[in-house]
């Protein structure tokens, strides 16, 4: 499975940017989707998971109530609309699809995206 992540930039602290994960040729449908980051020096981390069937949503701490991710099986996409975007948030950002066990911190990634970069700064 080839996934691919776009929408990576450089904004400001305060705004936003929207992160786009597709997979030509395979149905991102039928599977729990999320979204993970790796910022320099650091463990890569869970950020935002959608579930299958349900479209449950989960997050982690530091992001809660200002990312969101959703998933549009027509587009066969996963988002992740980032909001009031700090500094810490600066980071390569992976789609992947996931093992899913019930919280951020345990699902397992089973295939990756190629990383988009998303560096928050003034």
């Known amino acids: 499975v080839q996934l691919q992540a776009s929408g990576g930039g450089s904004v400001q602290p305060g705004g936003s940017l929207r992160l786009s994960c597709t997979a030509p040729g395979f149905t991102l449908d039928y599977y729990p989707m999320a979204w993970f980051r790796q910022a320099p020096g650091k463990e890569r981390e869970g950020v935002a998971c959608?579930?299958?069937?349900?479209?449950?949503?989960y997050y982690a701490d530091s992001v809660k109530g200002r990312f969101t991710i959703s998933r549009d099986n027509a587009e066969n996409s996963v988002y992740l609309q980032m909001n009031a975007l700090k500094p810490e948030d600066t980071a390569v950002y992976y789609c992947?699809?996931?093992?899913?066990?019930?919280?951020?911190?345990?699902?397992?990634?089973?295939?990756w995206g190629q990383g988009t970069q998303v560096t928050v700064s003034s």
């Open positions: 992947a699809r996931v093992l899913w066990w019930g919280t951020i911190a345990t699902m397992s990634g089973l295939e």
């Open positions: 959608i579930t299958y069937p349900a479209k449950d949503t």
